[in-house]
């Protein structure tokens, strides 16, 4: 029976490049991505958003004009779910609708001044957040996150596409 570690691990005479982990790197992401967002609110005074809601509206602030349907798209969500939460971030004063002068069924979204202003402050704050972690990191640690962001940007803009 083959030893399950070393059918894992890369050839390296064929492949010099290991593996990427992609378990251990999702892991990882979501993991910053939850701590960050958690300890990032204690000193905005902003009141917490779920999660579902602080997704809507960082697709509705990275495209703005884009319609209910395309956000429920683009989440892979119920249109109805994603209606009911774009309502709650209508009345908070982050979004607002615009209806089609000629077709008075479509209607677009666009983020507010308060909502890109929460979004300047959380932006930082979650800056705030990394740049003291980071900070305890070794120098070689810290070139690496560096050299890698570019790449971690694209993969985010890749997994971000629709489909």
């Given at each position: ?60 602030e990275n ?14 969500r ?73 790449a ?12």
């Amino acid at each position: 029976m083959e030893n399950v570690e070393s059918a894992a691990a890369p050839d390296t005479a064929q492949d010099p490049a290991p593996a990427v982990d992609h378990r251990g790197l999702a892991v990882a992401l979501m993991d910053i991505s939850f701590d960050v967002r958690r300890k990032s609110l204690e000193g905005t005074g902003l009141p917490p958003l779920p999660n579902a809601l602080i997704e809507i509206l960082r697709v509705v602030e990275n495209q703005p004009g884009i319609t209910v349907a395309e956000v429920a798209s683009r989440l892979g969500r119920q249109f109805s779910n994603v209606s009911t939460q774009l309502r709650e971030l209508v009345a908070r004063g982050l979004v607002t609708r615009t209806r089609d002068a000629t077709d008075k069924r479509y209607v677009t979204l666009h983020p507010t001044d308060e909502s890109l202003r929460i979004k300047t402050l959380l932006e930082t704050a979650w800056a705030d957040v990394l740049a003291t972690a980071t900070a305890q990191l070794l120098p070689e640690e810290q070139a690496r996150i560096r050299a890698s962001l570019p790449a971690l940007q694209r993969l985010a803009s890749i997994i971000g596409q629709p489909g």
